[in-house]
């Protein structure tokens, strides 16, 4: 069973940064793809980065140019948020899906809160 579990989320002023941080039970290397999630109020799950095993990035339209998505170590991948928007306000998943099973591994959230 992998363990996933998200970290550094908080409120912010409109405009500033928050980094995110996902850490994995398992080494990253073991993972086909490593993403975030993010869910606002009565809105569906979305899908707003994605990083896979061999480095490759994607984002949302909405987050490019805002948001980055790394390897921080072995086991971590962060999600640095800047410039950020009251929209972007919503609880953050981080998702990892194993190479061998293609099974998807969810942590439990983390709150991001844009408000001044």
């Known amino acids: 069973q992998v363990q996933v579990v998200e970290s550094g989320g908080g409120l912010v002023q409109p405009g500033g940064s928050l980094r995110l941080s996902c850490a994995c039970s398992?080494?990253?290397?073991?993972?086909?793809?490593m993403a975030w999630y993010r869910q606002a109020p009565g809105k569906q799950r979305e899908l707003v980065a994605t990083?896979?095993?061999?480095?490759?990035v994607d984002y949302a339209d909405s987050v490019k140019g805002r948001f980055t998505i790394a390897r921080e170590n072995v086991n971590t991948v962060y999600l640095q948020m800047n410039s950020l928007k009251p929209e972007d306000t919503a609880v953050y998943y981080c998702?990892?899906?194993?190479?061998?099973?293609?099974?998807?591994?969810w942590g439990q959230g983390t709150q991001v809160i844009v408000s001044s």
């Open positions: 990083i896979t095993s061999g480095g490759s």
């Open positions: 998702k990892g899906t194993v190479f061998a099973t293609l099974k998807d591994y």
């Open positions: 398992e080494s990253i290397s073991r993972m086909y793809i």
